[in-house]
T-cell receptor
Framework: NAGVTQTPKFRVLKTGQSMTLLCAQD?????MYWYRQDPGMGLRLIHY???????AKGEVPDGYNVSRLKKQNFLLGLESAAPSQTSVYFC?????????FGAGSRLTVL | DQQVKQNSPSLSVQEGRISILNCDYT??????FLWYKKYPAEGPTFLIS?????DKNEDGRFTVFLNKSAKHLSLHIVPSQPGDSAVYFC????????????FGTGTSLTVIP
């Protein structure tokens, strides 16, 4: 039982490049989330999904897009990366009340 | 504006003593609260939770207290162990408004052997 798996674990981008972070969960959870963690800022919600085919904005959605084409996958896209998007990104899923997190993806934008 | 606040960025405690981590929230609609523990280079892991219908929940060495009138919760760890050294995040959700979870900024706990 892998839980929540994020790929890639590390990535370095140049300003303006695009990329996609993939999150996969094998727990049949309806809800999935993308957070970013920055020093002194805690975990901030970027986007989330309450089920296959649905997405919604969180606290800091600007500059990101998401898709939930399959229940088990939640993709986070950066169309034109900016240095302000340098962060550690965490995906999480939940059935109702408890979030299960992935190990994180560290993204650096130069 | 931060809806969940942890005002102490760090805390040091002697092994065997009690660790008390505090968390405040502003949104009165929050009805479920959680604590997560995070080690470096790992994802946060669930520790303990409490519903707003309770004021206390215990799980082994960990106890969470909720004071709804003060919009305050705390995590007590007794006795503290060196393996408890980690960053602790509190989180809150309002389950009837989309299942969003809001996190505090975290408190880094160091347990000194």
């Amino acid at each position: 039982n892998a839980g929540v798996t994020q790929t890639p674990k590390f990535r370095v981008l140049k300003t303006g490049q695009s990329m996609t972070l993939l999150c996969a969960q094998d727990m049949n959870h309806e809800y999935m989330y993308w957070y970013r963690q920055d020093p002194g800022m805690g975990l901030r919600l970027i986007h989330y999904s309450v089920g296959e085919g649905t997405t919604a904005k969180g606290e800091v959605p600007d500059g990101y897009n998401v898709s939930r084409l399959k229940k088990q996958n939640f993709l986070l896209g950066l169309e034109s990366a900016a240095p302000s998007q340098t962060s550690v990104y965490f995906c999480a899923s939940s059935y109702e009340t408890v979030l299960t997190f992935g190990a994180g993806s560290r993204l650096t934008v130069l | 504006d931060q809806q969940v606040k942890q005002n102490s960025p760090s805390l040091s405690v002697q092994e065997g003593r009690i660790s008390i981590l505090n968390c405040d929230y502003t949104n009165s609609m929050f009805d479920y609260f959680l604590w997560y523990k995070k080690y470096p280079a790992e994802g946060p892991t669930f520790l303990i939770s409490i519903s707003s219908i309770k004021d206390k929940n215990e799980d082994g060495r960990f106890t969470v207290f909720l004071n709804k009138s003060a919009k305050h919760l705390s995590l007590h760890i007794v006795p503290s162990q060196p393996g408890d050294s980690a960053v602790y995040f509190c989180a809150a959700s309002a389950r009837n408004t989309g299942n969003q979870f809001y996190f505090g900024t975290g408190t880094s706990l160091t347990v000194i052997p």
